[in-house]
């Protein structure tokens, strides 16, 4: 399994204290905490994720009945088993792309500005290590996660493009989105 | 030959191996036989070393309390034990720090501890092993895993200066549910509740 080596479940000591576990997500059992999450965001936040959450068939298919050779999700949960935070690993297959995952990372409101997301993003950065791949991206929109590009970049993934007007708000207002790239070092001479 | 338990006054009758402290990136503190003794008469350390032809000190293996103004000796008393080792250049393919490590964790002592081991990527040796980090990172876990440690994820600065870097620890099985709570406070910099 990719996950073997990894050590979950991995535990986490929020800003404010609070202890959340990171793991896999589990197909068997995570079924109803994946949509009680989902459901759990604002509608604005469910606005800008690349995905209908709205879908079960979706959620479903990105979440729970993942092929875990194309996408690798984790869970962050608390001391109810509520998840509160969920982030997934991309990979291409063993092709041109093959040293390339795709990170992306989502928050309970409630658990913003504990450093949940930066650790999310930082389990997500170790795991690709323990994988062997070379790059990763993430995909930021501009003015709407401003805080999440903050946090890429402390992170060492830099702004490798912007995409002018690409997303959309409700009301139709264009943002750019950013597409940052994180290098994953081999040797020394690589930094 | 290995030796564990290593006496300050042991260490006259051996010498250092040339390739004992030689990395390619790296300049290590511990070059010489005089750094060792010092190790040994730390209280609490267990010196392991790997002699050839009982004479030559061509790996060495440290077991000793977290030290004074790190993160990881703010448990009390002292239960985080520090691991940390050397094999020479030269030495280095012939699967030396296993032993040394098996004899050090073997320890009954080590269940009422949690063992640690900090591996930052600019002490490895990747140009003398030809091993990208990636590889030099999976030695490291593959040797420590069937040890019983596991990565665990820290903020502690130095250790998140890379990703590369890697923070494992193996928690005794004497341990209690309070201390390893602790613990895990202590990988993100809070102190004990």
């Not at chain 1, 996950?3 to 990171?22: A, D, M, Q, T």
């Not at chain 1, 063993?94 to 450093?115: E, M, S, T």
């Not at chain 2, 390619?24 to 050839?52: E, G, M, V």
Request: net charge neutral.
């Amino acid at each position: 399994m990719p996950f073997s080596k990894h050590g979950y479940p991995r535990p986490l000591i929020l800003k404010n204290g609070e202890e959340v576990w990171l793991r896999p997500v589990r197909p068997e059992e995570d079924d109803k905490a994946i949509f009680d999450f989902l459901s759990r965001l604002s509608a604005d936040d469910r606005w800008y994720l690349d995905f209908d959450p709205n879908d079960p068939e979706t959620v479903r298919y990105r979440f729970i009945n993942f092929n875990p050779n194309k996408v690798l999700p984790i869970v962050a949960t608390n001391a109810k088993g509520q998840v509160v935070g969920l982030a997934t690993l991309e990979r291409s297959h063993p092709g041109a792309r093959g040293h390339i995952g795709k990170v992306r990372v989502a928050v309970q409101p409630f658990y913003r500005n504990q450093r949940l997301g930066t650790y999310l993003l930082l389990d997500l950065i170790q795991l690709a290590v323990n994988l062997g791949l070379r790059v990763l991206t993430a995909e930021f929109i501009k003015g709407i996660e401003d805080s999440a590009i903050r946090a890429a970049r402390r992170l060492d993934f830099f702004e490798q493009a912007v995409m002018p007007e690409y997303a959309k708000d409700s009301r139709g207002n264009r943002y750019d989105l950013a597409i940052m790239v994180k290098r994953i070092h081999r040797g020394y001479d690589d930094f | 030959m290995l030796r564990d338990r290593v006496a300050p006054g042991d260490l006259a009758e051996v010498e250092t191996d040339p390739g004992i402290g030689v990395f390619s990136a790296y300049r290590s503190i511990i070059t010489t036989k005089d750094s060792l003794t010092r190790i040994a008469a730390q209280p609490q350390a267990n010196l392991c070393l790997a002699l050839a032809e009982d004479r030559c000190i061509v790996g060495y293996c440290v077991m000793r309390p977290s030290q004074e103004g790190e993160r990881w000796s703010w448990l009390k008393p002292p239960i985080m034990f520090e691991l940390f080792g050397e094999t020479a250049r030269g030495w280095r393919n012939l699967k030396l720090m296993r032993p040394m490590l098996e004899l050090l964790v073997g320890d009954e002592a080590n269940e009422e501890r949690i063992l640690y081991i900090v591996g930052y990527s600019w002490t490895w040796d990747l140009d003398h092993t030809k091993k990208s980090m990636q590889e030099y990172r999976d030695t490291l876990i593959h040797l420590l895993s069937p040890l019983g440690f596991r990565q665990y994820p820290t903020n502690e600065p130095n250790i998140s200066l890379r990703p590369e870097n890697i923070f494992m620890a193996r928690v005794g099985s004497g341990v209690s549910k309070e201390v390893v709570k602790s613990f895990h406070n202590l990988l993100f910099g809070m102190g004990e509740d």
